[in-house]
């Protein structure tokens, strides 16, 4: 099972918008709901953004919201703020009772 | 408030076996809706899914480490365990324990890893 693939990197100003993709295939993103995205700032633990695609826990601003479309999967981050600045995976159900995370993406606050 | 630490040993030879505890309090890992899982992160890469285990002793695996993990649980003592075997440098990574909800009911489904240790550094070096 191979890893989702995203983009390195994404940057945006501070109150501007990044969108940051999730793509994988018709095996995992393209065939199930269950995507979760994570954030991860330097040294910490990942925290749960999102999941079911586009769903929010508690507690996280609205300012983060999820989409897929076909086999790739999107964050979009609106009105950045400088606490954004961190590290970004996607994670998707790929059957079989297995799941894979994407390879990661560095969002940069300018 | 759910926490979970991870502890074991932070250097392991190569070819030898990584063992490492999760230790699960402000709740019980007795609960149908949930599993336990371990993800990795190499030093500046990306997480990696290692597997996850049900109280009830079920357990799935990530296939390119299928024949050298072993995750167990003990719910006397509230703990889940990892063990690794034939490890190389490529094994040296933060090692992470995880919630892993895996149900749905008439509200929806809930599938993600909600609270996670804090990590521990496992390097493998002579």
């Known amino acids: 099972q191979s890893a989702l693939t995203q983009p390195p990197s994404a940057s945006g100003s501070p109150g501007q918008s990044v969108t940051i993709s999730c793509t994988g295939s018709?095996?995992?993103?393209?065939?199930?709901?269950?995507v979760s995205w994570y954030q991860q700032h330097p040294g910490k633990a990942p925290k749960l953004l999102i999941y079911e695609v586009n769903k929010r826990p508690s507690g996280v601003p609205d300012r983060f919201s999820g989409s897929k479309s076909g086999n790739t999967a999107s964050l979009t981050v609106s009105g950045l703020q400088a606490e954004d600045e961190a590290d970004y995976y996607c994670n998707s159900y790929a059957g079989g009772n297995n799941w894979v995370f994407g390879t990661g993406t560095k969002v940069t606050v300018l | 408030q759910l926490q979970l630490q991870e502890s074991g040993p932070g250097l392991v030879k190569p070819s030898e076996t990584l063992s490492l505890t999760c230790s699960v309090s402000g709740g019980s890992i007795n609960n149908k809706n949930y599993y336990w899982g371990w993800i990795r992160q190499p030093p500046g890469k990306g997480l990696e899914w290692i597997g996850s285990?049900?109280?009830?002793?079920?357990?799935y695996y990530t296939p390119s480490l299928n024949s050298r993990v072993t995750i167990s649980v003990d719910t006397s003592k509230n703990q889940l365990s990892l063990r690794l075997s034939s490890v190389t440098a490529a094994d040296t990574a933060v090692y992470y324990c995880?919630?892993?909800?895996?149900?749905?009911?008439?509200?929806?489904?809930?599938?993600?890893?909600?609270?996670w240790g804090q990590g521990t550094l496992v390097t493998v070096s002579s």
């Open positions: 018709i095996s995992d993103v393209g065939t199930y709901k269950y």
């Open positions: 995880a919630r892993h909800s895996y149900y749905y009911d008439s509200s929806g489904s809930f599938y993600y890893f909600d609270y």
């Open positions: 285990i049900h109280y009830s002793g079920t357990t």
